[in-house]
Structure formats: structure tokens, C-alpha cells
């Protein structure tokens, strides 16, 4: 069983770019969920894909988005980057259901520490 | 909304005594609730959940949770501490989203220092 892996570990950007941030799923997971963990604060909620689908968004703006591939990985893309989004992004696996069934805890990946400059 | 906090910024314990990271729960309905620890540099790492039935859940490393609904806690115990067991522990709660899936919403984290 392979477990959650994201790329790159570290990125610097610089103020206005835009960023893609990958992830893969542990095997046998279909639903991907991304946090953005800022410094000293807890993970917040970004949006969660099942099935290649958005099925849930935090409170974050449009120019935070995602994708879910038919191998269940997933990218996060932010545009115009802004000085307050350095941060470390998580990605994190689960299995779910189209009932809205899921495995209660999520597994999470070591992250991406983006640092926009 | 549903929510959990953690008291405490920071926990200091001698290693071999026994250890208490805090958690309480503010949620509707039957809470959900979880523990994971993060090392430095690293991701999150999952050590248990509570979901029903015992009230005294274990998990890895030796860890173990009581829940308490009357005083809608969830604190993290450890009967004797481990100077590796120095790191970041966030209390979750699972919280339905819109599209039928589920989040976590995390407290703010107690970092745990064990000294020799």
C-alpha cells in the first residue's frame, strides 16, 4: 500500500504567479482533500474532489482551484499569487461513496511549503 | 458551527510521567472526532479516532483518548511520555460539506515538549 506523496516538497514563488501543486492518492482512495496550513495556525479546509468532481469548498477564493484525474490524483492551482499564501499545502486521501459514505480519517501527504516572495 | 478547541499552547512533561494534550468539542449532533500529531517538516500523521462506543479510545504509539460527552471533551493521554513523542498535536473534528463529503476542521494545535 502506497501512502500519500505530493511534489514539489518546496517551491518559491514570486507575488502575482501562478502555481500548480500535485498530489497522489493512497491506493485504494478515490476522494482527495486539500488544507492550507499557515504558520503556527491549524490546516483550513481548501475543497475536497471525489471522483473528479469539486464536492465541497472552504472558504478560499475562485483563484484557488483544483482538478481530480481518473487515477484519483489531483493538482491544486493558485493564480495570482498573494504574499499571505505561503504556506504549507496538504493534500490528503480518503475513500468515499456517491451516498456520502466515507472512511472517517484522512491520510495525509508531507506537504508543499510554497513561499511567495 | 462545529468546532474544537485546544487550551493549551504548549505542554511541557518529564519524560516517563504521564502526559495530557487537551481537547473540547463544540458540535451538533454525534461528534466525530480525531487526534493526529505532526513532526516538524512533515505532514500529519493520524493516531486515532473516536466515532462510538468506548469512551477510551487507542491508538498508535501508545496513545489513547477519553471522551467525555458531558464535558464535551477529547483529551489526548499517554501514560508514560516518550522524548520522541516531542511534536505538534491537532485535535479534528469531521464536519459535513455541501456535495455529500466530509472535512476536517482542526484546533490550533498544542505543541508537546518532553524533556529528559
Known amino acids: 500500500e502506497t501512502g500519500v506523496t505530493q511534489s514539489p516538497t518546496h517551491l518559491i514563488k514570486t507575488r502575482g504567479q501562478q502555481v500548480t501543486l500535485r498530489c497522489s492518492s493512497q491506493?485504494?482512495?478515490?476522494?482527495v482533500s486539500w488544507y492550507q496550513q499557515a504558520l503556527g495556525q491549524g490546516p483550513q479546509f481548501i475543497f475536497q474532489?471525489?471522483?473528479?468532481?469539486?464536492?465541497g469548498r472552504g472558504n478560499f477564493p475562485p483563484r484557488f482551484s483544483g482538478l481530480q484525474f481518473p487515477n484519483y490524483s489531483s493538482e491544486l492551482n493558485v493564480n495570482a499569487l498573494e504574499l499571505d499564501d505561503s504556506a504549507l499545502y496538504l493534500c490528503a486521501s480518503s475513500f468515499g461513496t456517491a451516498q456520502g459514505k466515507s472512511s472517517y480519517e484522512q491520510y495525509f501527504g508531507p506537504g508543499t511549503r510554497l513561499t511567495v516572495t | 458551527a462545529q468546532s474544537v478547541a485546544q487550551p493549551e499552547d504548549q505542554v511541557n512533561v518529564a519524560e516517563g510521567n504521564p502526559l495530557t494534550v487537551k481537547c473540547t468539542y463544540s458540535?451538533?449532533?454525534?461528534?466525530?472526532l480525531f487526534w493526529y500529531v505532526q513532526y516538524p517538516n512533515r505532514g500529519l500523521q493520524f493516531l486515532l479516532k473516536?466515532?462510538?462506543?468506548?469512551?477510551l479510545v487507542k491508538g498508535s504509539y501508545g496513545f489513547e483518548a477519553e471522551f467525555n460527552k458531558s464535558q464535551t471533551s477529547f483529551h489526548l493521554k499517554k501514560p508514560s511520555a516518550l522524548v520522541s513523542d516531542s511534536a505538534l498535536y491537532f485535535c479534528a473534528v469531521r464536519v459535513p460539506i455541501t456535495g455529500g463529503g466530509n472535512k476536517l476542521t482542526f484546533g490550533t494545535g498544542t505543541q508537546l515538549k518532553v524533556e529528559l
Open positions: 473516536y466515532i462510538t462506543g468506548d469512551n
Open positions: 458540535v451538533s449532533g454525534n461528534p466525530y
Open positions: 491506493s485504494g482512495h478515490n476522494t
Open positions: 474532489y471525489y471522483r473528479e468532481e469539486e464536492n
